[in-house]
């Protein structure tokens, strides 16, 4: 984020830092969700690269009888899949790290109006104002559940079992 930071601005790399994590936490609310769910995205990426390796080498081995025992071949492909998997998707994640930064940076700086016009894609800015608006009504929903009408919280009901004397 520095480094993003200090090619936005032109500033040097801890003033860049300081700015890149001032504006980020400022804009907190509206990454939350949609960094979350990118993150799921590529943990869901890893994990499919690891299985279809380790389905490939299944096959592979399936035809090789000769191989008796092929559970730690499996893991070790198993592993080395994971980190080439974790080398090219963290490439990806920076990627979008960089692109969340330079989101919030033009949130900051222009105010959509015709003498400072966004320069982020508007279907990404809607995204995020739905996902934001989601979060905030299901955030909403659950506070208001746990109160009634006097505004006093609820109590969780407790049913107890019949006891049977048979």
């Known amino acids: 984020n520095a480094y993003t930071t200090t090619a936005i601005n032109g500033t040097d790399f801890c003033t860049s830092a300081k700015d890149a994590l001032k504006i980020l936490s400022k804009n907190s609310s509206h990454f939350t969700s949609v960094n979350c769910f990118g993150d799921f995205v590529i943990f869901l990426g890893k994990v499919l690269v690891v299985f279809f390796t380790v389905f490939g080498g299944l ?15 499996l893991l070790l492909v198993a592993f080395f899949a994971y980190l080439v998997a974790h080398s090219f998707l963290s490439v990806f994640e920076t990627v979008l790290d960089a692109l969340f930064l330079c989101f919030a940076v033009d949130l900051e700086t222009n105010d959509g109006s015709s003498e400072k016009p ?26 208001n559940s746990l109160r009634n009408e006097e505004g006093t919280e609820l109590r969780p009901i407790v049913r107890q079992e019949p006891i049977c004397t048979w």
Do not use: C, H, T
């Open 59 to 73: 096959m592979a081995f399936n035809y090789n009888r000769a191989l008796q025992v092929w559970a730690i071949p």
């Open 118 to 143: 966004y320069f982020m894609d508007q279907e990404f800015l809607n995204f995020v104002r739905r996902s934001n608006k989601l979060n905030n009504e299901g955030a909403q929903r659950d506070k």
